[in-house]
């Protein structure tokens, strides 16, 4: 095992928190600060993916990146197979992250000065109290009474903020200027605009049509 398997697994294993794998396959711990990161499954990566972090590093003017998480939120952990085989996607395309990291809150604590790249369904789930645990007063330390805003003021604080796609919904297409965004919150979301980026791409209707492995 060379030294750049060698971190791989470690982050697999826990060891390590977050990596960072250049398109020539080199791989060091740590992230740099400052990047524009589209955190996802990868599976596949498709071209909606790929447009939409071309035209947020646009907008940004900072590096664009892939994050792969080897711990989901409502998912089974993903084994190192796995995770090479997804990451093979990436090789001589782009700059991928394997973090550690399932939650923004958790990514932005080692993802200093990140623009998360989302979709305007995950914006909206943002500022929705049930996706967070319950509020603790004692690591709130804005008082902001809520465990929601308690999350957006740390990631806020750890130099990070958002920018959003938007999506066709029922009732036309949505943007990040149709979410309801608590006072003093605003800033941390950016708009790519319709005219920029729009892309209508199932990852798990393209999983079907590719058949399985």
């Known amino acids: 095992m ?12 826990g060891r390590v928190q977050v ?4 398109p020539d396959g080199t791989v060091s ?13 990868f599976d596949p990566l498709h071209v909606g993916h790929e447009g939409m972090l071309k035209a947020a590093a646009t907008i940004t003017g900072c590096p664009g990146v892939v994050e792969l998480s080897v711990v989901n939120v409502d998912k089974p952990e993903l084994p190192e197979d796995e995770v090479v085989k997804r990451m093979a996607q990436f090789a001589g395309r782009y700059t991928a992250l394997v973090s550690r990291a399932p939650t923004f809150l958790e990514k932005s604590r080692i993802m200093s000065g990140a623009i998360f790249v989302i979709g305007y369904d995950t914006a909206v789930r943002l500022f929705d109290e049930r996706y967070y645990p319950a509020y603790e007063a004692g690591a709130d330390p804005e008082n902001t009474g809520s465990a929601t805003l308690a999350a957006m003021s740390e ?12 999506r066709e919904t029922a009732t036309g297409f949505k943007t990040v200027r149709d979410i309801d965004v608590p006072e003093g919150y605003g800033t941390m979301l950016w708009e790519i ?13 393209l999983r079907e049509s590719r058949g399985p492995d």
């Open 2 to 13: 060379n030294d750049s398997e060698r971190l791989l697994a470690d982050v697999v294993a």
């Open 29 to 41: 711990e740590g992230v740099a600060a400052g990047v524009t990161v589209l955190s996802g499954a």
């Open 155 to 166: 990631i806020r604080r750890n130099g990070c903020r958002f920018i959003v796609a938007g």
């Open 193 to 205: 605009p319709e005219d920029v980026f729009r892309a209508d791409i199932s990852s798990t209707r």
């Open 19 to 22: 990596v960072t794998v250049e």
